[in-house]
């Protein structure tokens, strides 16, 4: 008996919490039906790099590109196969570190980023820069 009015019995409280977790495990099944979002290449890959070192590979099937840090080798091999309509033989992944820059008494940091060098297959390659 509670001071507020009548307090629920042991029985009903654990019937309608039994109730709510059955309601929440069909909420859960009906999202779980809903179809996964659209791949896209534009998520993963931020810009092709254009240096002059990667120009002078670009003879060997190499080509580089800055990613998002969350990428990994399997989303950039999907990504430049669904953008540019090559086949991917190789992706290579280094994550460039920042670096302490000083301007005076200032002293600031330079962005780190993520850079995946690709290697093609034969028979395929990607004009990054028109000629």
């Given at each position: 008996?509670?001071?507020f009015g009548d307090k629920k019995s ?90 302490k820059r000083r301007m005076g008494k200032v002293v ?24």
């Amino acid at each position: 008996m509670g001071l507020f009015g009548d307090k629920k019995s042991n029985k009903e409280a654990k019937t309608v919490a039994v109730k709510k977790k059955e309601e929440k495990e069909v909420i859960k099944n009906e999202n779980t039906s809903v179809k996964s979002r659209q791949f896209f290449g534009y998520d993963v890959i931020v810009f092709p790099r254009v240096t002059e070192k990667s120009h002078n590979v670009s003879h060997l099937r190499q080509y580089a590109f800055n990613v998002k840090k969350t990428s990994n080798k399997d989303l950039v091999r999907k990504a430049v196969e669904h953008i540019y309509n090559v086949k991917v033989e190789k992706v290579r992944i280094i994550n460039v570190p920042a670096k302490k820059r000083r301007m005076g008494k200032v002293v600031g940091k330079k962005a780190g980023y993520k850079k995946a060098i690709v290697t093609l297959k034969k028979g395929f390659n990607i004009e990054i820069m028109p000629q």
